[in-house]
């Protein structure tokens, strides 16, 4: 479970957005999120001071009095995940956004931050003192035990801490499940028919995850990922669904679901490379023919064969590659892994930059929005006329002073949209080609220690013996 801890703030309120929102520790404000202000320190600050000086009747700015310690104008609370969750950046800033809206509603005034520059992903969420509504937050030792369980239960939901299993199992659950697989009703067979149907449709393993979700499915993210049907009991971890299930099998099969087989030279001499792809499927081919490989098929609903083995069909993938890009060495494929590393990184940044830039933008455009439909109202109620005076202070910053000002506003939004489309299509292209390269030189040096077929065979060798204790129980 993540840990959650809070500091009171009574000065520089400005200072502390500003560290939360550094855009060198939140992937350019790529992972950065606000309510009832915008995502950025100096309109946070205004917005926030607004509404502070309504309620408390004191200055947001005033100094530390000489007695005592003052008064507290915001709460900063910092919620850290264990590094063996492995907790990924878009899932710690989901948890983030979920636990302050839970914990805080919607008339609150908070600014949320997910770092991404130790070694450990952790949130930054800065609370106003008071919300729009004029409710006070407390910060003690009181609210800081209900918000801590507040967020567990986010993260439970999420499937931050596995269940442990009960105990007194039943020793029959092996037979049980090889069992309801005959009849056709197991869970797990139900998930791998699932899976395979979604492997066609997602571009990576997150996307899949996401898609069974979408189906109402419980996937818990952790040190193993596990999952659960709508009515299944217990939860299922991916690997034990078998070898075509692992991480590192479902990326496989989603990387290479789209890319040819049966690669042959288009004419020149045979490179170093492709005749070490050539003769490594044919040594493949051979341990498939004598069963001397695990049964992995691309094309779980059709017969296996020779050209429906994962195996062969990812080599003849690569190999396809190889040719269609003329690569003759694994020196050339690891230089142009080095210079998409490189585009990738390069398009990664402008295109946070752009997102981010875009957030604030629309943000502002709504504030403008609701600020100029309010100013139209013949009696607007003090909650807002406090809007009012918030967004005011906001807008005039960035000089929107007027309906023009805001549809022109509306306009560099649309050209900013215009400009992320092709970068990211660039990014997602390089991106997938850095990866394709990757896993051929992966392979390569599989290969090239031997270690290749080995794998296979210690593969088969392993289901074997699963095979021979189902059987001993059965």
Known sequence: MPYVKSISLRTTVNRSLAYILNPDKTEDLLYTNAVNCLPNAKDAYLAMKTVYEQFSGEKYNAPLPKQGKGNVKAIHYIQ?????????????????????????????????ATHID?????????????????HKFNDNQTTLKQLREISDRVCLAFGIKPIEPK????????????????????????????????????KNVDELLAALEMLGYTVRRGKYISVKAPDQQRAVRLKTLGEDYTIE???????????????TLLG???????????????????????????????DTSAPYSLQ??????????????????TLCSIGEVEGKIEQLQYEVEKARQELNTLTAQQDTLTGLAEQAEEYFTLLEKQQPTSAEELRIKMYMTVLENHNIRSRSDYDYLKNVISETAQKSAPLKEKF???????????????????????????????EERQTQERNNRSNKRI
């Open 80 to 112: 850290s995940f264990d590094p063996k969750d492995n907790i990924s950046p878009e899932l710690a800033h989901k948890i983030a956004r979920t636990f302050a809206r839970k914990a805080f509603g919607d008339n609150c005034q908070v600014v949320i």
């Open 118 to 134: 130790k070694q450990h992903t952790h949130n930054h969420i800065i609370i106003n003192a008071y919300g729009v509504d004029g």
């Open 167 to 202: 105990k007194g199992v039943s020793q029959n659950a092996a037979y049980n499940e090889w069992e309801h697989k005959q009849r056709g009703t197991s869970w797990k067979q139900k998930i791998r028919l699932e899976i395979d149907g979604l492997i066609l449709k997602v």
């Open 249 to 263: 099998s479902l990326a496989s099969r989603i990387l290479w679901k789209d890319v040819g087989s049966g690669g």
């Open 268 to 298: 020149g001499q045979p490179s170093e490379l492709s005749e070490r792809y050539t003769a490594m499927i044919y040594d493949v081919e051979q341990l498939a023919i004598t069963g001397g490989k695990t049964q992995r098929k691309r």
């Open 308 to 325: 429906n083995d994962m195996d062969v069909y990812k080599l003849s993938a690569q190999l396809t590659i190889i040719n269609r890009d």
């Open 428 to 458: 997602e292209r390089c991106k997938q080609l850095c990866e394709l390269y990757s896993d051929i030189a992966k392979t390569y040096y599989d290969i090239s220690r031997g270690d290749y077929i080995s794998r296979l065979v210690e």
